[in-house]
């Protein structure tokens, strides 16, 4: 049985419970041993961009040197992530000793006396890589369960920028369609679904947040989707505060086809009532 | 708000330490104003914050574009030069906020029980230099 290592982050755990029951129990119906990591730290959130922000690496480079300790025991190699922006930290630092050698330099240095310092070994992936590795065995649990509905991916930026990072083509990503496309259900295209709906700003300057979504949500309704996906829970947050789109996160859809009902909170079942009678 | 002004040959050396990037290289073809999704809220868009960063001082207390950025990264992924307008952005933002210049401060955030730690983190990242 393949050992995945997870990493929950912060938001998962408080504010987002149901995603991570649903993701989970996805999981482990794939056949994965998933072990949360004994010790974690907040990711940070956004990682460093400029040559003086190396303090903000210290967090997710201390994450990964801790769980590549725990993955030598459980002989792992994956560190799973289920937030997308933990994702984009963790990975970006887990790329920083291959690209700036001299900020790698000065956050390990900081480590040494905590930690043996991360030289690379770990993968860090997203819980929706985990899924597009297992296409076909998604298929095969689904049964095609979800036939006749058109679900609209949204990606958001975060899992897709910088390319660096991309867990797919930026500019035409392709990995949600196909995990729509294994639980039997139809995938919509639309303009705006990488199109970014405007993250933090919710907090500080609301009225982009809600120009923004009001311009992803009419480019979703003129593509005739009945229902909506996303990898990233910031996103998710923001679109049902200004939009009433039917929006779930891609694990719960997932965990819906999967027949894992289960592990689904009433609100998700009771959005994904309409299809029964469809299906 | 305090003022904090700047000449292009200051800006252009801070930048140039601070991301490896040269704004001289920039030939105006506009590719990060069109890809920008914040761009209708800003008073001046990435492209002419460019251009303004190598023709004139620049009053960085008087200057919105710096709040407005989400850092989605778009721009810097899309610049055909690598001057990544983004990385430019964070650089005058960051330096506003060291220099006490914040339109918002934390405690002036709507936040609540029901808002998400990743927002919390998120804004405590980008509210701080």
Request: hydrophobic residues 40%.
């Amino acid at each position: 049985m393949q050992v995945l290592l997870y990493y929950p982050g912060c938001s998962i755990k408080r504010d987002f419970p149901e995603v991570e029951k649903a993701s989970l129990a996805v999981l482990a119906a794939l056949g994965y041993k998933v072990v949360e990591l004994r010790d974690w730290y907040c990711c940070g959130g956004f990682p460093g961009t400029l040559a003086w922000d190396h303090i903000k690496y210290v967090s997710a480079l201390r994450t990964l040197s801790m769980a590549y300790q725990q993955a030598r025991e459980l002989g792992a190699s994956t560190i799973v992530t289920l937030c997308a922006f933990c994702y984009n930290t963790l990975k970006q630092a887990s790329q920083l000793h291959e690209g700036s050698l001299e900020m790698y330099k000065r956050v390990a240095d900081y480590l040494r006396d905590e930690f043996e310092p991360y030289r690379g070994g770990l993968r860090v992936a997203h819980f929706i890589e985990i899924l597009y590795e297992r296409v076909k065995e998604v298929a095969k649990l689904a049964e095609g369960r979800l036939k006749k509905i058109k679900v609209a991916a949204y990606y958001g930026c975060v899992l897709l920028r910088p390319k660096a990072v991309a867990v797919d083509n930026p500019d035409n990503p392709r990995i949600i369609e196909e995990i729509i496309k294994a639980l039997g259900a139809e995938p919509v295209t639309y303009p705006y679904r990488t199109y970014c709906c405007g993250s933090f700003q919710i907090l500080a300057e609301p009225s982009i947040v809600k120009r923004n979504v009001e311009k992803i949500a009419a480019s979703i309704a003129g593509s005739g989707a009945e229902i909506v996906v996303t990898p990233c829970q910031l996103c998710l947050y923001n679109l049902r505060k200004y939009s009433n789109l039917k929006i779930l996160d891609l694990s719960e859809l997932v965990a819906y086809a999967m027949n894992l009902q289960e592990s689904l909170s009433p609100e998700v079942l009771r959005a994904v009532r309409t299809f029964e009678s469809k299906t | 708000m305090a003022r904090l002004v700047l000449s292009p040959r200051e800006l252009r050396e801070y930048i140039r330490e601070h991301t490896g990037r040269e704004v001289t290289a920039c030939m105006h073809c506009g590719t990060c104003s069109a890809v920008c999704p914040v761009v209708n809220f800003m008073d001046m868009h990435p492209a002419a914050l460019v251009r303004a960063v190598q023709r004139s001082a620049i009053d960085l207390g008087n200057l919105k574009v710096i709040w407005a950025c989400i850092s989605c990264m778009t721009c810097v992924d899309k610049c055909p030069r690598d001057v990544a307008p983004g990385l430019v952005i964070e650089t005058l933002r960051q330096l506003a906020l060291r220099n006490g210049i914040e339109p918002r401060t934390y405690s002036q955030m709507p936040i609540d029980e029901t808002t998400p730690s990743i927002l919390l983190v998120l804004y405590s990242r980008k509210g701080t230099g």
